[in-house]
């Protein structure tokens, strides 16, 4: 069992920058898989943002946030970290962190374990 928690979100002007965080509790944090989600107001789906893998040798990001997104994490520290630049109006979304031990980390079905959520509002 893994247990995450979000944090970071807040209100910025487009083209600012916003760095979210999130916590993980239980075990063998290094074993998972760990992905960035959001979802955007009105809309049922939740988009993937970005995925590191375990043991953070790669990453893998949305065409949408490429460029401009970063995703990080460290295994002692039990975090993963979502570094987001030259932010536009169109990321304004809750955002969600998750773990998965799936090799096909962009679905969200994929993911076993999921945080409660951080908002992010950027205005124009």
């Known amino acids: 069992q893994v247990q995450l928690v979000e944090s970071g979100g807040g209100l910025v002007q487009a083209g600012g920058s916003l760095s979210l965080s999130c916590a993980a509790s239980?075990?063998?944090?290094?074993?998972?898989?760990m992905g960035w989600f959001r979802q955007p107001p009105g809309k049922e789906e939740r988009e993937f943002v970005a995925?590191?893998?375990?043991?953070?040798?790669?990453?893998s990001y949305s065409d949408s946030v490429k460029g401009r997104f970063l995703i990080s994490r460290d295994n002692a520290k039990k975090t993963v970290a979502l570094q987001m630049n030259s932010l536009k109006p169109e990321d304004t979304a809750v955002y969600f962190c998750?773990?998965?031990?799936?090799?096909?980390?962009?679905?969200?079905?994929?993911?076993?374990?999921w945080g409660q959520g951080t908002l992010v509002t950027v205005s124009s």
């Open positions: 995925v590191i893998t375990s043991s953070g040798g790669r990453t």
């Open positions: 998750a773990a998965t031990i799936s090799p096909s980390p962009t679905r969200p079905s994929a993911y076993n374990f």
């Open positions: 239980g075990r063998a944090f290094s074993n998972f898989g």
